[in-house]
């Protein structure tokens, strides 16, 4: 190809329209689904990372409060009180259900005293696991779109390249202008994948980094608890 040719290629590539929305509506109708697809994972990975950060943030704060609450020389009766009777959760809801398991016991008509730590040490265990489910809720969810939305993108633009070498050898031309638009709309499919991928690993690595410090902090006051509990059943057995 002489100077002449190469120059009339780069200036019809430069007149074509290859907007990030024209791409899109170039795109065949397969591209297109999984474009489609990757910007709903993506509006998805964000709205649960916008819920994510609200919770562990609510969570703390009330992990906080409680246990300025436990250490501030307050009965534990009262404390049982005050929250038995609205919703809690994280460790008030730890709290909660080890201070029932004691109540049932001694409050009972017959005061069962064997196995009560072990009864209460389970129940925590339970309380615990119950609260990790919850605030690992939805982080599948952006595991699968950080490990699988590349690929999908990749699809998106393997396919999209067939098309395009498709429609190269039809028309018989190989000029940039036929060339470029084909190549760039594939090459979208695969940058809306990272698009979607790569804020999704970052908040899982995150959001999971978070759940592992507040489990720790609940089984921490789980063995706290269990140890000021079993000193309790020592006295009055």
Not at 20 to 38: E, P, S, T
Not at 98 to 121: D, H, N, P, V, Y
Request: net charge positive; hydrophobic share 50%.
């Amino acid at each position: 190809m002489n100077p002449a040719d190469i120059a009339q290629s780069v200036l019809l590539a430069a007149s074509s329209d290859v907007s990030l929305f024209a791409l899109f509506l170039q795109a065949g109708w397969i591209v297109k689904a999984v474009m489609l697809g990757l910007v709903v994972c993506s509006v998805w990975v964000w709205a649960i990372a916008v819920d994510k950060i609200i919770l562990y943030s609510r969570t703390k704060k009330a992990m906080d409060r409680f246990e300025q609450a436990f250490w501030s020389g307050q009965s534990l009766e009262e404390l049982y009180r005050s929250l038995s009777s609205r919703p809690t959760h994280s460790m008030a809801a730890l709290f909660v259900a080890a201070m029932r398991e004691w109540k049932r016991s001694f409050e009972g008509q017959t005061r069962s005293f064997a196995g009560l730590q072990m009864r209460i040490e389970k129940v925590m265990d339970v309380t615990i696991a119950r609260e990790i489910e919850r605030l690992e809720r939805r982080l599948l969810v952006l595991a699968t779109v950080g490990s699988a939305g590349p690929f999908v993108g990749l699809f998106g633009t393997v396919w999209g390249i067939m098309t395009a070498f498709q429609s190269i050898a039809a028309s018989k031309n190989t000029s940039l202008a036929v060339v470029a638009p084909g190549i760039a709309e594939a090459l979208f499919a695969t940058a809306i994948g990272l698009i979607a991928a790569i804020p999704a690993t970052i908040f899982y690595n995150k959001f999971t980094s978070e759940v592992n410090k507040q489990a720790q902090r609940l089984e921490g006051f789980a063995d706290e608890f269990a140890a000021i509990l079993s000193r309790q059943i020592d006295e009055r057995a």
